[in-house]
């Protein structure tokens, strides 16, 4: 049953991100604030259901952004060659801020 839970946050938490994307949240405030804080409310949403706490589940979240940045992803990427290194990533972000996962 955990491994199942994993497997949907990590499939969830992809898919909603780049669904948020993929609507046009632009840079409606001109330096990337709003866009980042809706990608972000999106990532918790799922986060906190694997998590103890909100502060784990917002250091989960930063943890994602900040690899996936500095590894040059795009959330689109997630649909292609680079869904195995984002699940990896988004797996061991969990992980470190207190998610049990199998």
Same mark, same amino acid.
């Given at each position: !049953? =955990?491994?199942?839970?994993?497997?949907? /946050?990590?499939?969830?938490?992809?898919?909603?991100?780049?669904?948020?994307?993929? @609507?046009?949240?632009?840079? !409606?405030?001109g330096d990337?604030?709003?866009?980042?804080?809706?990608?972000?409310?999106? #990532?918790?949403?799922?986060?906190?259901?694997?998590?103890?706490? =909100?502060?784990?589940?917002?250091?989960? #979240? =930063? #943890? !994602?952004?900040g690899e /996936?940045e500095e590894?040059?992803?795009?959330?689109?990427?997630? /649909?292609?060659?680079? @869904? =195995?290194? !984002?699940?990896?990533?988004?797996?061991?972000?969990?992980?470190?801020?207190?998610?049990?996962?199998?």
């Amino acid at each position: !049953m =955990e491994m199942q839970k994993v497997v949907v /946050f990590v499939s969830a938490a992809v898919g909603s991100l780049v669904a948020v994307s993929s @609507f046009g949240v632009g840079d !409606m405030d001109g330096d990337g604030t709003h866009a980042r804080s809706v990608h972000m409310e999106a #990532c918790l949403r799922q986060v906190r259901q694997i998590v103890v706490d =909100e502060a784990a589940a917002v250091r989960s #979240c =930063e #943890c !994602m952004y900040g690899e /996936f940045e500095e590894k040059g992803y795009a959330l689109t990427d997630a /649909f292609g060659s680079d @869904f =195995e290194d !984002m699940s990896r990533i988004t797996r061991s972000c969990a992980a470190r801020n207190g998610a049990r996962l199998p």
